[in-house]
C-alpha cells in the first residue's frame, strides 16, 4: 500500500495553519537573543566566570564560553597565504547487516591533497578497511560502532598523510572535532569508545606536534550553543541550576542568530565548549568554535568551524584557516562547501554495485576454501524480488 | 604495425560494427574526430576503425561547479584527472589486420572490455588506406548516424597528408573519385561529402 496521501494532506495542513505563528514567535526569540548578545558583547570575563557557575550546578551545561573576543566580532576574511597544503579526509563504511549471507562491515576514507596556488590536479587517496566476523555480546558490531572507527580513522589518515606533506598544513573533516558516541550503549560499545577516543586524541596532538591546522567543518548547524550561553547571560544566578529545564530561548539557533551579524566572508567570535564531553580535550587539544558566512550578499549560509585550542592561539594560523575555508566554499558556487571536503566524500562514498562485488569476491573466497558462506534472510530475500514487469513482444529475459 | 603508437583510451562497449572507448580528458593527447585506430582482437588480429564521435558527459559537480566565478586551475586538473568522468568516443568498423594483410571487411568478432585502444601512426594509416580499392568506405557511407560528409573529410585531409608525406600525391585524387563513383546515385550524399571535402581540403 501507498501513503495514505488523503490523511497525510490533512496532517500538512494542520502544520501549516500553525506555521505563521510559530515563524513569528522564532523571530522574535532571535530578536532577542540578537539584543542579548549586544548588550553582553564585552563581558567576557564576567560571562566565563558566571557559566564556569552554571556548569558546577549543572553538569550537562552544554553551551559556548567566550575567550577573548566580543560576543558580536565579525572578522573580516584575511588574504589567502601565498602557499599552503590542504588536506581534506571524509569517510564512508558499509555496515554490518544481519540479514546479509556474511558478517562484515567495511570502513573507506577517501583523502585529497591540494596545493594552493597550484595547477596540479589534487592528489587523491583511499584507505579501505574490511573487517569480517566480529561480533558483540549483543550480535553484530553496531552501526554506531563503525561510525566511531571511521571517524578515528578520518583523524589518523590525515595524520598519515600530513607527515610527508608541504608546510603550512591545513587539514579538513566534515563534522564536529568532537568524536561522537559511547553513550547508553553496552559495556563493549563504552570501551569502543574509550579505545578510540584515545587514538582520536593522539592523532590530534600528532597534528598539533607537526604545527598542522585542523578543523571540523559543520555544514547547516542547527546547534545553540551561543543561544544558550545568552541564556546564562540573561539568567539570575539562583536559576542557573534549573536553566537547562527553563530554556527561555530554545527554538532559535546560532545560525540564525549569527546571519544577520555577518557579512559574506566574515567569521565570528571564536569560543570555546563548556561541555561534560568537551573536558576529555584538554590542554592544546581543547575545543573552540566560530561561525562562518560562506554565503553571498543577500543569500548567507552559515557553517560552523570547530578548531582545536592550538589553532585558535595561533592567530596567523586561524586567519589563514579563516581565508582557506571562504576559498574553498567558493570554488562551488552557489552551493559553498568547501571543494575538498566534497570530493574526499566523492572519494570514500561506497555504492550498492560495491558492496555487492566485496560481499560475492569474500563468497567466493570462503569457498574456494570449502567453508560454509551462509545465506541471506528469507526476509532480504523476498524484499529484493524484482518488481512488476509488463509483457512486450520481443522482450529479453533478465 | 607502429609499437609506438599513441594509447587513447580503453574499450567500454563493442560490437561488430564499432565500439566505444572511454579516455580521461585531457588536451595532450586527445584523440581526433575521424582519426583511425585499432584494438585487439587476439594475437594476430587487430581491428581498425574511424573515431565518428566523440562527448565529454557531465554530472552534478561539473554544473555546479559552472557556476562559480572562477574556477581554479587546480579544481578543472582534478575533474579531467581524478574524477570518473571520461571522455567517449564512438568508433565505427572499418576493417582489420590478420597477421601482415588488411582487410576492409567487418572484424570476426568484437574487441573486448577495457583494451587498450591505439591513434594509429601516419605509416598506419597510409599502410591501411592504401589496402585494396577503397573498400572501408562503405562502411562509413552505411553508418546511419554519422556525419558522413565530415568524417571522410577529417579522414580524408588526414589521409592524404600521410599519403603525400610518403611521397604518394595521387592518393586524395583516388580517394575523392571513388566517393563519387560509389555515391552518383546518392546525389544528395554527394554534395554534402563535396561540400564537407572543399572545406577540409581548399586548393
Given at each position: 500500500m501507498p501513503v495514505d496521501f488523503i490523511t497525510i494532506k490533512d496532517q500538512i495542513k494542520k502544520i501549516s495553519a500553525h506555521a505563521p505563528e510559530e515563524a513569528e514567535r522564532l523571530q522574535g526569540l532571535h530578536k532577542q537573543a540578537r539584543e542579548l548578545l549586544a548588550a553582553h558583547a564585552s563581558e567576557i570575563s564576567a560571562l566565563r566566570e558566571?557559566?564556569?557557575?552554571?556548569?558546577?550546578?549543572?553538569?550537562?551545561?552544554?553551551?559556548?564560553?567566550?575567550?577573548?573576543?566580543?560576543?558580536?566580532?565579525?572578522?573580516?576574511?584575511?588574504?589567502?597565504?601565498?602557499?599552503?597544503?590542504?588536506?581534506?579526509?571524509?569517510?564512508?563504511?558499509?555496515n554490518p547487516d544481519r540479514h546479509a549471507a556474511l558478517n562484515f562491515y567495511l570502513i573507506n576514507v577517501g583523502a585529497l591533497s591540494m596545493e594552493l596556488g597550484s595547477i596540479k590536479a589534487p592528489e587523491t587517496r583511499v584507505q579501505s578497511s574490511l573487517h569480517f566476523g566480529e561480533y558483540t555480546s549483543a550480535g553484530t558490531i553496531s552501526e554506531s560502532m563503525v561510525a566511531l572507527q571511521r571517524d578515528t580513522r578520518e583523524r589518523a589518515f590525515l595524520v598519515e598523510l600530513a607527515q610527508d606533506a608541504g608546510q603550512p598544513l591545513f587539514t579538513l573533516t566534515d563534522g564536529p572535532l568532537e568524536l561522537w558516541g559511547g553513550k547508553g550503549g553496552s559495556s563493549e560499545e563504552s570501551e569502543s569508545f574509550t579505545k578510540n577516543l584515545a587514538e582520536y586524541k593522539q592523532a590530534l596532538t600528532t597534528l598539533a606536534g607537526i604545527g598542522a591546522a585542523?578543523?571540523?567543518?559543520?555544514?547547516?548547524?542547527?546547534?545553540?550553543?551561543?543561544?544558550?550561553?545568552?541564556?546564562?547571560?540573561?539568567?539570575?544566578?539562583?536559576?542557573?541550576?534549573?536553566?537547562r529545564n527553563k530554556r527561555p530561548l530554545r527554538g532559535a539557533?546560532?545560525?540564525?542568530?549569527?546571519?544577520?551579524i555577518l557579512e559574506p566572508g566574515q567569521r565570528s567570535a571564536v569560543y570555546a565548549i563548556q561541555s561534560k564531553s568537551a573536558r576529555e580535550y584538554a590542554g592544546p587539544?581543547?575545543?573552540?568554535?566560530?561561525?562562518l558566512n560562506v554565503g553571498r550578499p543577500g543569500k548567507p549560509w552559515l557553517a560552523r568551524v570547530e578548531v582545536p585550542s592550538w589553532v585558535v592561539e595561533n592567530s596567523e594560523m586561524l586567519g589563514n584557516l579563516h581565508a582557506i575555508l571562504v576559498d574553498q566554499c567558493r570554488m562551488l558556487g552557489s552551493r559553498?562547501?568547501?571543494y575538498l571536503l566534497h570530493r574526499a566524500h566523492e572519494e570514500a562514498v561506497v555504492t550498492r554495485l560495491e558492496k555487492q562485488q566485496i560481499s560475492d569476491m569474500l563468497q567466493r573466497e570462503l569457498q574456494a576454501q570449502n567453508l560454509e558462506t551462509g545465506e541471506e534472510s528469507q526476509k532480504q530475500s523476498v524484499?529484493?524480488?524484482?518488481?512488476?514487469?509488463r509483457f512486450t513482444l520481443g522482450q529479453k529475459r533478465n | 604495425m607502429d609499437k609506438n603508437a599513441i594509447e587513447i583510451g580503453r574499450l567500454l562497449r563493442s560490437g561488430i560494427a564499432g565500439y566505444v572507448a572511454g579516455a580521461r580528458v585531457s588536451e595532450k593527447e586527445s584523440p581526433q574526430f575521424g582519426a583511425l585506430v585499432r584494438a585487439p582482437l587476439g594475437a594476430d588480429l587487430q581491428t581498425y576503425g574511424l573515431i565518428y564521435d566523440i562527448h565529454v558527459d557531465d554530472d552534478g559537480l561539473v554544473r555546479q561547479l559552472v557556476t562559480a566565478e572562477n574556477v581554479d586551475a587546480a579544481v578543472i586538473e582534478d575533474n579531467r584527472v581524478n574524477r570518473v568522468v571520461p571522455m567517449e568516443m564512438s568508433i565505427m568498423a572499418v576493417g582489420y589486420r590478420n597477421g601482415e594483410s588488411i582487410v576492409h571487411l567487418l572484424p570476426p568478432r568484437p574487441p573486448l572490455s577495457l583494451d587498450v585502444i591505439h591513434q594509429c601512426s601516419p605509416a598506419e594509416l597510409v599502410e591501411f588506406t592504401s589496402a585494396g580499392s577503397f573498400g572501408y568506405f562503405r562502411h562509413i557511407l552505411r553508418a546511419p548516424d554519422a556525419p558522413v560528409g565530415e568524417i571522410l573529410a577529417a579522414h580524408i585531409q588526414a589521409a592524404s597528408a600521410a599519403h603525400e608525406e610518403a611521397g604518394n600525391s595521387e592518393w586524395r585524387a583516388e580517394a575523392t573519385q571513388e566517393l563519387i563513383t560509389l555515391l552518383r546515385d546518392d546525389y544528395a550524399t554527394l554534395m554534402a561529402v563535396l561540400s564537407a571535402l572543399g572545406d577540409a581540403l581548399p586548393e
Open positions: 558566571k557559566v564556569n557557575t552554571a556548569a558546577s550546578q549543572d553538569a550537562f551545561l552544554r553551551c559556548a564560553l567566550p575567550v577573548k573576543e566580543e560576543l558580536d566580532a565579525a572578522f573580516s576574511v584575511p588574504r589567502l597565504p601565498e602557499s599552503a597544503t590542504v588536506l581534506a579526509a571524509d569517510g564512508s563504511q558499509i585542523t578543523a571540523g567543518y559543520v555544514d547547516k548547524p542547527r546547534a545553540d550553543l551561543v543561544v544558550q550561553l545568552l541564556e546564562v547571560a540573561a539568567a539570575h544566578r539562583e536559576e542557573l541550576g534549573e536553566l539557533t546560532d545560525a540564525n542568530l549569527f546571519k544577520e587539544l581543547g575545543l573552540h568554535f566560530f561561525y559553498p562547501y568547501p524484499k529484493n524480488l524484482p518488481g512488476r514487469r | -
